[in-house]
């Protein structure tokens, strides 16, 4: 099993940034992909980044050239780093992984809210 804990969420105001950090645990030899979700109130959760393990990284279009995502493997932490943020960003971010054998998991979520 794999847990993932997620921080650094909170309130930014239009054009401002923050950085996510997703600090994995367990059984983490069989990550095959570790990625950030969203989901924003009446709207189905949607894939924000991933980085699969020995490939390429993957960004959703809204946030293509703001948000990047990396991987600090010492640490085995996943970061966002949303810059430039939009009204439009505020949502609950979950940190999802998934193991060789199929089996995923989510963190418990944490809040972005752009307002001014």
């Known amino acids: 099993h794999v847990q993932l804990v997620e921080s650094g969420g909170g309130l930014v105001q239009p054009g401002g940034s923050l950085r996510l950090s997703c600090a994995a645990s367990?059984?983490?030899?069989?990550?095959?992909?570790l990625g950030w979700y969203r989901q924003a109130p009446g709207k189905q959760r949607e894939l924000v980044a991933a980085?699969?393990?020995?490939?390429?990284?993957n960004y959703a279009d809204p946030v293509k050239g703001r948000f990047t995502i990396s991987r600090d493997s010492a640490k085995n932490t996943v970061y966002l780093q949303m810059n430039s943020l939009k009204p439009d960003d505020t949502a609950v971010y979950y940190c999802?992984?998934?193991?060789?054998?199929?089996?995923?998991?989510w963190g418990q979520g944490t809040q972005v809210t752009v307002s001014s």
């Open positions: 999802y992984t998934k193991e060789t054998w199929g089996s995923e998991y």
């Open positions: 367990g059984t983490i030899f069989s990550i095959t992909v």
């Open positions: 980085i699969p393990r020995g490939g390429s990284t």
